[in-house]
């Protein structure tokens, strides 16, 4: 059973509108990822957080933000949506400390249709 | 820049048979790669971990292999169940100083194992 946790799972949404993406781990880990997946498609990764207030852009351009108040909560926020913002949203995590053979910890993930 | 490759892209077999997935990679010089497991619509399990300096890790019916130095690993399912039916991914994990933490996906292998 998933210790990360997803909200909301489906959001339908208009064009403009402001939205924000929940993710909550209840792990303690430090690292936290959101990646991006279209249907049949690569996991590409928009951000990533190495610990509290500490975030980085991925590999792929994201319009949105994130932020890291606390270690268990890395929200995604978008300020505009768009249709091109019409994707599936994952976040991750792993466990605390400097060695990077851990397996990443997925939630649900969060469908998001912009309309 | 790392390619992930997993072929083929869809496979059904019977219940009960063995099979064997595919992924290879461009880069070798990798830190450890991973396969996963995502259900429909839901995020993504992490199956096996493999550090570079590993040959194979097993799992109960799984068992993953590395050959780092032709760019290739394989997953291969045991007596294969209705319940095994997923896609099945591949990433690789960058092994340069500090982008470690990122990883970089396949798009992913669709298995149908049929009663």
């Known amino acids: 059973e998933a210790d990360i946790y997803q909200t909301p799972r489906y959001l339908v949404i208009g064009t403009g509108k402001k939205i924000t993406l929940e993710c909550s781990q209840t792990m303690g880990h430090d690292k936290m990822y959101w990646y991006q997946q279209d249907p049949g498609m690569e996991l590409h990764l928009i951000h990533y957080s190495y610990g509290v207030n500490s975030t980085e852009k991925g590999d792929l351009s994201s319009e949105s933000t994130v932020s890291r108040i606390r270690t268990e909560h890395f929200p995604l926020t978008l300020e505009s949506a768009r249709p091109s913002h019409t994707s599936q949203y994952l976040c991750a995590s792993s466990v605390t400390g400097s060695s990077y053979n851990s397996p990443l910890h997925f939630g649900n993930g969060t469908r998001l249709t912009v309309t | 820049k790392q390619e992930v490759t997993q072929i083929p892209a869809a496979l059904s077999v019977p219940e009960g048979e063995n099979l064997v997935l595919n992924c290879s990679f461009t880069?070798?010089?990798?830190?450890?790669l991973q396969w996963f497991r995502q259900d429909p619509g839901k995020g993504l399990t992490s199956l096996l971990l493999?550090?570079?300096?590993?040959r194979e890790q097993t799992s109960g019916r799984l068992n993953a292999s590395l050959d780092k130095s032709s760019g290739r690993s394989t997953l291969y399912i045991a007596a294969s169940q209705p319940g095994d039916s997923a896609t099945y991914l591949c990433a690789v994990r960058r092994n340069s100083g500090g982008s470690n933490y990122k990883l970089t996906f396949g798009k992913g292998t669709l298995l149908t194992v049929n009663p």
């Open positions: 880069d070798s010089a990798i830190y450890n």
């Open positions: 493999i550090q570079s300096s590993q």
